[in-house]
């Protein structure tokens, strides 16, 4: 019974398990053999405070190992279902971890405090000047050699022990490869670790919940992308996998058969954009544009010098004492106080801060609906399971599909269907009153201030989402009405993103990855992340490690490579040496065969059990429990010219000036099923760079626009 307990432990914590009982040992000797004259309290408790905390530090390794093993059994015992026993153990495990790690903090400050009162006692010639560690300086031989052992192993155990993690045991010698254990494992450790999150940004009520709530959705969520795990993949091996598919990744599409998006759908995109951007009031964008001066940019724009204006501002929904988000979006806008009539700055889950303003000039009431800016708009974004939509949902489209049929289903992004929901009661009220009394129709309404007037809803990624639904629900009380989605998320099934075309457009930088992104297509990018691995026969340990770390940072020779490929446009290898050292330590490395590679040609691996349970591209539609989320609506991708599709990360974090062009296509909304591993994928993501791409291909086609002169309106 206990071979087959030790057997689970880690090598790395049974070194220093042995380690630490070597310090426990060397330690005591000294004290027993100390001379009568150095067995003073202040020579030898330096000794006993080291000892003393090797000794702790055994006891809570088998504590840790105990709570560890618990937790795993409760997992095995029901992977499938959520109980309190199970996040009870998990709990206790992880706080006995955490008290390990001040057990490792308190060993590494008694072996410095050890080493200054020896090197206080060490002339320096080497030789000992006065009693250490209670032996006296003419002491010799066997005791000196033992003292010297002991600093050396208390130096080790205090290095080693801050680079070897807080497990005890080997998770996978008790889940193995089974899939729904891996799951039911992460999801508690993404459970957890929201909360508490959530808890150090202020939101204390979600630690004390006990029941099944939006964070274990979310979480569940979470989870089940990691299940990568059960086919034998580490982190670091994911993370390799996923810079050899960048290195292996196909040729861009080509757009040359395609049509060049309309003008005027560029132009209002263009001219209502700044709308989008500045409904992000908070300080996350501030962050990306001056990343030295953005706290005092933001409290520039918040308005928090002049609180004298506070009367002026308009009151919102939600907004702070001083008015400082109304302030906000005026400033980036460069509009008067009295354009915002309706708002609310919301910071609770499925719920979204939108403004309303009227442009009398344009003849048009815009809605902004901000993206995700706090943790709520992330967990909004992490309720990704497919919802069904409701016909009211889809009231905007009942001349184009038939919604009313009761044997079909149409699907939706569950939390931003619920936003959209939401947001709809915010504008125009209950959708079960027979007359539209709400915010909105009293003010385009006939016979009101803006009778006759259009309406734009726009917003940036979440928001952009979010404004999509909500302009298929008001569709038909609003016939004028357009949608423009920078960036969004996929949020509907293909059906319904076709049928909007009509009125919604979605606009795609380059290789943004929100507007790819969907449970499908992440769970389709482990599997391509895996199987590159696989098939790559020289992919060793050292070559993980350096991918997963080019992955993370691109260095300097892969920058000096992108610029050669740009120029030259020569074909990228499948494996990326780092530098011409490291070559012949590839050659004496070429008996070393991947783990992963041809794992595939057994039907029995753990690879090619955990691929067959991901949804292959041809049988996503048909998969009913989880239908694949489209894009809404026309969508416009915007790439550089010339095809350069991979735009190196070092070109710097808020610039967005690039050498070549911009080019906007009308796309097919089924190209942007799978995410496109770039060094750009993150940064084309921010919206002043859509801007800027925007304004580009304008001045390309001699095409301008200004939404603040009345001689440009489109």
């Not at 520039?300 to 008015?323: E, V």
């Not at 998320?489 to 290789?511: G, M, Q, R, Y």
């Not at 304008?698 to 440009?712: G, I, K, Q, W």
Request: hydrophobic fraction near 40%; charged fraction near 20%; aromatic fraction near 10%.
């Amino acid at each position: 019974m206990w071979i087959s307990r030790l057997k689970r432990v880690r090598r790395t914590i049974l070194v220093l398990g042995v380690a630490n009982l070597a310090v426990i040992v060397s330690g005591c000797v000294p004290t027993l053999v100390s001379t009568s004259n150095c067995d003073s309290a202040s020579q030898l408790f330096p000794l006993y405070a080291v000892c003393l905390a090797a000794c702790v530090k055994l006891a809570v390794m088998v504590k840790v190992a105990t709570t560890q093993e618990l937790m795993a059994i409760t997992i095995m015992d029901s992977p499938t279902q959520i109980s309190l026993e199970r996040k009870m153990k998990y709990k206790t495990w992880l706080w006995w971890t955490r008290f390990a790690m001040v057990i490792t903090l308190l060993q590494f400050l008694a072996a410095t405090f050890l080493m200054f009162r020896v090197s206080t006692f060490v002339s320096p010639d080497g030789m000992p000047r006065h009693c250490v560690l209670g032996l006296s300086p003419e002491t010799r031989g066997w005791k000196q050699r033992l003292q010297v052992a002991f600093l050396i192993m208390v130096c080790f155990v205090a290095l080693a022990q801050c680079f070897t993690g807080s497990d005890i045991l080997q998770w996978r010698s008790f889940y193995a490869t089974q899939d729904d254990a891996w799951k039911a494992h992460y999801q508690e450790v993404f459970d957890h670790g929201i909360r508490e999150v959530l808890c150090c940004l202020g939101r204390r009520d979600y630690m004390g919940v006990i029941e099944e709530d939006e964070v274990c959705s979310v979480a569940r969520l979470l989870g089940d992308l990691v299940s990568y795990r059960a086919s034998g993949t580490g982190h670091l091996e994911f993370l390799a996998g996923l810079a050899l598919l960048q290195n292996n990744s196909q040729d861009p599409e080509s757009y040359e058969d395609c049509m060049e998006a309309p003008a005027f759908h560029l132009q209002e995109a263009a001219t209502f954009h700044k709308f989008a951007e500045a409904a992000y009031t908070g300080p996350l964008l501030d962050v990306g544009r001056n990343p030295a001066l953005f706290l005092c940019t933001w409290i520039c724009r918040q308005g928090i010098l002049t609180p004298w204006s506070r009367k002026w501002r308009p009151k919102l929904d939600g907004d702070n004492w001083w008015r400082g988000h109304a302030a906000a979006f005026l400033k980036f806008v460069d509009f008067p106080a009295h354009v915002l009539r309706r708002g609310r700055i919301c910071s609770e889950k499925c719920k979204a801060t939108y403004f309303v303003v009227v442009l009398h000039y344009l003849r048009c009431v815009v809605i902004a609906v901000r993206g995700t800016e706090t943790a709520e708009d992330l967990i909004t974004d992490g309720l990704g399971r497919a919802c069904s939509l409701t016909p009211q949902d889809l009231d905007g489209l009942t001349n184009r599909i038939h919604v009313m049929d009761s044997s079909r289903t149409h699907y939706g992004h569950s939390g931003i269907v619920e936003a959209a929901r939401d947001l709809f009661m915010q504008i125009e009220g209950d959708p079960g009153e027979s007359a539209s009394t709400g915010f909105l129709s009293s003010l385009i309404g006939d016979g009101c201030e803006c009778a006759g007037y259009s309406i734009r809803i726009v917003g940036h990624s979440l928001g952009g989402a979010i404004a999509s639904l909500l302009g298929i629900r008001l569709r038909c009380r609003f016939p004028n009405l357009y949608v423009y989605a920078y960036g969004p998320l996929p949020c509907v099934d293909h059906e319904v993103a076709k049928a909007c075309s009509e009125f919604v457009t979605s606009i795609v930088l380059d290789n943004e990855f929100s507007s790819r992104l969907s449970y499908g297509s992440i769970r389709r990018l482990q599997v391509a992340a895996i199987k590159v691995l696989s098939q790559d026969p020289k992919a060793d340990t050292a070559l993980i490690f350096r991918l997963a770390r080019r992955f993370l940072s691109a260095s300097k020779r892969h920058r000096q490579n992108d610029s050669q490929e740009q120029t030259t446009g020569e074909a990228i290898p499948s494996i990326v040496i780092v530098d011409d050292s490291q070559e012949s330590l590839q050659k004496q490395e070429e008996e070393f065969i991947n783990p992963f590679h041809e794992v595939e040609a057994s039907t029995d691996s753990p690879v090619s059990q955990f691929m067959e349970t991901v949804p292959t591209r041809v049988d996503d539609d048909g998969d009913e429990e989880a239908p694949e989320m489209f894009l809404p609506g026309l969508v416009i991708h915007i790439v550089h010219e010339g095809n350069n599709m991979s735009v190196p990360i070092w070109r710097g974090w808020p610039i967005c000036d690039v050498p070549d062009g911009y080019k906007a296509y009308v796309a097919n909304r089924e190209s942007f099923k799978e995410i496109m591993v770039s060094p750009s994928m993150f940064l084309d993501h921010l919206p002043w760079r859509c801007r800027h791409a925007m304004q580009k291909v304008l001045e390309s086609r001699n095409l301008y626009c200004d939404v603040t002169s009345e001689s440009d309106i489109v």
